[in-house]
């Protein structure tokens, strides 16, 4: 089993920068593809970023593309969330899931609030 634990969140002005972490234990992620999830109020789960096991391919939604950037340092077992030029729309819990390349995401961790003020 692998427990991921987020952090980071918090409360920014639009326009900040934050980066949120997701700590890995239980067993290594390094073969898991990882990825960043969002739900903001009255809002469905949506889909932020993910990254391949090796850290050499990324996805992104792509209203997010070039504000956001996710990487991974296997040998921490940690991935990370840099966001960039917030706004108030990016306001949400932002969750860390992981799952194998071929798979769907089986791994949640329980999410870190993001609130971006105007």
């Known amino acids: 089993q692998v427990q991921l634990v987020e952090s980071g969140g918090g409360l920014v002005q639009a326009g900040g920068s934050l980066r949120l972490s997701c700590a890995a234990s239980?067993?290594?992620?390094?073969?898991?593809?990882m990825g960043w999830f969002r739900q903001a109020p009255g809002k469905e789960r949506e889909f932020v970023a993910s990254?391949?096991?090796?850290?050499?391919?990324?996805a992104y939604t792509g209203s997010l593309k070039g504000r956001f950037t996710v990487s991974r340092d296997n040998a921490k077992n940690t991935v990370y969330l840099q966001m960039n030029s917030l706004k108030p729309e990016d306001t949400a819990i932002y969750y860390c899931?992981?799952?194998?390349?071929?798979?769907?995401?089986?791994?949640w961790g329980q999410g870190t609030q993001v609130t971006v003020s105007s």
């Open positions: 899931a992981g799952g194998w390349p071929t798979g769907g995401y089986d791994y």
């Open positions: 239980g067993r290594a992620i390094s073969a898991y593809r």
């Open positions: 990254i391949s096991s090796s850290g050499g391919t990324t």
